[in-house]
């Protein structure tokens, strides 16, 4: 009677092995850099477009944003928003010289942009 027990058990334990093996691919999959939700062009019926920039200046970095509100299949309004923000610094970053070499670059930092839709 044992032995069945513990044969079920070890059956039982190769199918959740499979199963973990077979959860942790897909999660890992999933885990990859890819963007599913890219849209090549806004449906035009109704819908608000929106452009988010952030350009480096002396002594401030320039944040635009910018809306399009499409109406019917045209652009009914177009709103643009600008506000100057701190800079976050500069980076130091080796990039090619263009023969072969590199060569030590000054870069300003760049902010990450996180957008909430509700």
């Not at 092995?17 to 035009?44: E, F, M």
């Not at 263009?98 to 030590?104: L, P, S, V, Y």
């Not at 000054?106 to 996180?114: C, D, G, I, R, S």
């Amino acid at each position: 009677m044992k032995s069945k027990i513990h044969q079920f058990g070890k059956e039982k334990l190769k199918g959740i092995g499979k199963t973990t093996i077979l959860l942790a691919a897909l999660i890992l999959a999933s885990c990859a850099p890819q963007n599913r939700d890219v849209v090549r062009q806004p449906a035009k019926e109704g819908s608000i477009e929106t452009v988010i920039s952030v350009n480096h200046h002396l002594g401030y970095d320039l944040l635009t944003t910018t809306h399009k509100i499409w109406l019917n299949g045209m652009i009914d309004k177009i709103i643009t928003q600008k506000d100057t923000l701190k800079p976050l610094g500069n980076v130091t970053k080796l990039v090619d010289d263009g023969w072969g070499g590199e060569i030590r670059r000054t870069f300003p930092k760049a902010y990450e942009v996180y957008i909430t839709v509700k």
